[in-house]
Structure formats: C-alpha cells, structure tokens
C-alpha cells in the first residue's frame, strides 16, 4: 500500500527508500486510512433494520436496544433524547425546547413539531427592561432569559403520533442511568468544567441569582467530573419518574410546576405555574427548496432554518462543483450567500403568532437569483441590506434514529447557551434554558419581548428527499453555524459526491459578524470567516486578497450526525460527529 497523502498547510516532502517517489507528509500525529478520502476519521456504519446517530455512544445503544425492543424510531428518539439529557448537560435537557422533521412511512409525508417554550406571561417588556438595566440585549444567564422548557411537551405530541411503546419503557434507560451513573466523556467533561468556572463567576458578579442547586447537582466534592469520572444525577432520575407515571402532565400541572413555580418566585424570576400549564407544542409543515434535484426540508420560523434554504436557493446560481472544494470561490460564494441570508434572518425571522413572513416568495428562484447579483466574485461585502420588505405580512443537541419500518427522525434540542441559564429548581435535577437572550429589545422588531410569546430560535432540524421518497435525515448542533452547516452538508454530498460520514469530516467555515436576531448592531466590517486547519495556505491567502478577515481556529463549528437511505437498496448509511463523543449504530 502507498502513502495515503493529505494537505497541510507546511509540508514537508521526503524520497520513499522503498519506491523512491517523492512524498508529501500532512505532520499532523493522525494516521491514514486505506480507501476513501484520506481525511475521512471513519467509514460510514451501514445497517438495514435500524440506525441511530447521536453525540454520546450510550445514547445511541439506548436507541439500538428500543428499535430491538420493538420500538418505532420515535421511542427510540425519545429514549435517547432522556439519556443525552443526562449524559450532555453541556447541551441539553429537559429545561430546554425541542424541534423535529418526521418522515411518517404510513403517510409517505414528512411531519414538523415545533416544541418551542414561551416567555412569561406576566412581564411586560418594560418590566423586562427594568430588571435587566441600561443594556442593548437581554443577558445570557440567571432569570432574564427564562422561557418555558417545551422538551416534555414535545416528547408526548411525537409519542402520541409516532410511538408504540410506553412512556415509561422510553424514560427507564435514562433513568436507569440516572440513578446508577454513567462515565463522563471527554469533550462532555471539557465544557463542565469551563460552565462551572463561568457559572461562579457569574454568580460572584451578581448575575446568577443562585448556583447552590446548580453545585448539588453537578458537581462531585465542589469539582466538574473529569472524564471516566462515574457521575449520578439522582434528582433527576425521580423527575423523569414522575414524568413517566404521571404522563406530561405531571411536568406542566403537577408537582413539578408547583416545584418551578416556588422556585422561581423564591429568586425573582418571572415564570409562574400559569405558565406552564398554557403551554402547549405546535405541528408544522415542514418548508423546501429544491436544490438541483434534491428536496431539502427545514421548519419555518420561530426557527432559523429557511436561512440554509435561503442560501441555496442563491448557491443554486453558481457552479459549486466546478470551483472545487474548499476553494477560494467556493468558500467566497459560500460565506457571501450567508451574509445575505443571515441579514433578512435578522429582520424577519419571528414567532409567526406575531409576525408572518411571506415563505413562498423569501424561498423563490426569482429571490434566489436577484439576491445571488449581489455577489462580487472578486471582494467580500462589508455591509449588505436585508431584502424587500414586502417580505412581512404581518450548545444543543442533535440526533436521528430510522427503524425497520422507514420512519426517519430528525429530532434537535437544546438549552441555547451551553449548560443554559445556570438555575436548577429545588430537587428536579436539569438547568432551565437561556432561550430568552434571543428576543431583541427594538420596539417594532418582529422578534422584540413580549408577554407569552416565543423567542427565535437557532436549533433546526433538516431534512431530504429525492423523488418524494425520504433519502437523508441530518442536523449539525451549533447556534448561528446550524444553517452554514446544513449547507455545507448539501453542498458536501449534492455537488461533490461525497457519502454520508466524509461530508460531516471535511474541513468547515463558518461565519460570524452578521446581523443579530436580536438587531443588535447592524454589521458593517464583513464579520470574521472562520476555518479550520485543513484548508490550504494558497486558499487562504486568495480569500484575504479578496477582503475575508480570516481566523484559523477550532470549536465553532458545530456537531452533525446523519442517516441516508439508499434509495436502490434501503439500507441506512450512519455518520457522526468526528468533532463531538458520539457514534452512529445500527443493527
């Protein structure tokens, strides 16, 4: 076997004693691979009665072991879900939102849940103003960016529609889990103990009210569990008890409300049980475009997830594939097309209770191709307007199973900002979301505070099909990179070919600087293009040329994982997160 050959940024090339060709060495410590792309970490996992992809190894065996038990995909999304909200505090559970795409293999149709949670009903945005101070956004931490967690809720809307085992069969491998312990991984480790640094520090400054139930609960003898650590959550094993005796009710009516309820009243918080026994989880229709022959799917807003399509539909002008991967027109055109989208995500992108958008003509051909002249091959824009107003009318997660009978779930959750707000209710065992930060404070603003009303939202779950027939359920976890990310995974296997675990491998970009959300600062420097080391030299330099503010770094580049049907033979075909501890299995 020859040397398989990498690109590196300085390589060093050496004489081969035994063939005597010149070769080039990547010196990055990583070994190669005999076929496929030599920078792929592994092969994808092939399977025909069952896959499951997620972040953490032991979720995905709770997946394996219900689709065995007779499971749909649903409970085995269910029952994963519970356990990676345990096992990745860090990103998730049962205090955050939830969001799902469902192939249903009855209907032949694809269904949406939007499981978002809403911000209190009895605080005005004045009120809100007057707790917060003299400041431009809401912060990330304590009680200001509280909403209801809709996790719950949502789990028993897909389980009702979707499911065939109990609740309760769902819910006891977390439990099990829960109460018996389970060893911390090594990136899951990583991230506990920068929140519990960043945690006390917040708390000293006065920004989080209390941490006393947040140290009880996730620290063991005062410190982060390291990795391999054996770590129990026995609080929340009696909270996911109560859940599955008592149905989600028991969460949003019961004793559980009454616990958050106390909780919250205790450190001036501004949830109350009225609100959680209002809530309620929407079913949606899932939004596409077609990109050269493929169906892509997202929800639409409160999320973010019509910005991959929006993206797209603009990319859908230019020849990827001809540019060449990871090149300095591709990257160009790439981080160009995300600008423009991210700006009307800025303006427009809000609960439609609130505010419509105008879906048919934002996901256009017509809007794509007038947005895509916008585009100078040669420079990169500093500042771009977001489109015609006519347009208004009015850490995380991510993780997908598909059982033996075709349903495909793409199921995505979260707690926004890491470990979330950092407030752990008296004895129930999970931190509450930090959702809230993402409402603007500009009166008028689609997105701006209100009473009862849903924040937007960074978390989507995505989807595709070919022919009507359900061809790939995928996600990539990360706030603002999610719709970069999704783009980049069409773009990965469409243009280029590449299968299913190569497309979440290969080197990413992602761009930050854009408009946020929230409208606070419009941006006018071009933002910062952000990649990572296997790009080449050459092609950083092209795109400095061109005016991109480049950064070499690791970390902002989201989680992915994936399950593609073949649509000749029906086998799976399951990737995961080089980047992340997770695994895709199938049986």
Known sequence: MGLSLGTATEASTIVDDVTGKTVTLREDGRGDRVVGAPW???????????????????????????????????????????????????????????????????????????????????????????????????????????????TVDAWFELHKKFGKLSMAQNLAPAITYAKQGFPVTEVIAYYMDIYQKRYEKLHKAGEIEEIANYQATFLINGKAPAEGQVFKNPDLA?????????????????????????????????????????????????????????????????????????????????????????????????????????????????????????????LSKQYGKARAKLIDMNSAATQVEHGDPKLIEGDTIYLTVADANGMMVSLIQSNYRGMGTGLVADGLGFIFQNRGAQYSLTKGHPNVYSPAKRPFHTIIPAFITKDNKPYMSFGLMGGAMQPQGHVQMVTNIVDFGMNVQQAGDAARFHHKGSTSPTWEGRMKDGGVLELESGVTASTVKELQKRGHKIHITSGPFGGYQAILKDLQTGVYHGASEMRKDGQAQGY
């Open 40 to 150: 792929a970490t592994r092969s994808p996992v092939l399977a025909m009665n069952g896959m499951a992809a997620t972040s953490h190894p032991l979720a995905s065996q709770v997946a394996i072991d219900i689709l065995k038990d007779g499971g749909s995909a649903m409970d085995a999304a269910i029952a994963a879900n519970a356990a990676i909200g345990l096992m990745e505090p860090t990103g998730n559970g049962i205090g955050g939102d939830l969001f799902a795409i469902v192939w249903d293999p009855k209907t032949e149709k694809l269904h949406g849940l939007n499981g978002s949670g809403r911000s209190a009903k009895g605080q005005t945005l004045a009120q809100l103003k007057a707790k917060i101070g003299d400041v431009s956004q809401i912060p990330n931490w304590g009680t200001p960016p509280v909403t209801v967690p809709g």
């Open 238 to 362: 009696n909270t996911l008890s109560q859940i599955a005796k008592g149905g989600r009710d028991a969460f949003y009516q019961g004793e559980i409300a009454k616990t958050m309820d106390a909780y919250f009243k205790r450190i001036g918080g501004p949830l109350r049980y009225e609100d959680f026994a209002n809530h309620s989880s929407t079913w949606v229709a899932p939004v596409s475009v077609n990109y050269r022959g493929y169906d892509v799917w997202e929800l639409p807003p409160n999320g973010q997830g019509i910005a991959a399509l929006q993206m797209l539909i603009v990319l859908e002008n230019f020849n990827l594939k001809a540019m060449g991967h990871n090149s300095a027109d591709y990257l160009h055109v790439m981080t160009e097309a995300k600008k423009l989208a991210f700006e009307d995500r800025a303006r427009f992108y809000a609960d439609p209770d609130y505010q419509n958008i105008n879906l048919d003509y934002l």
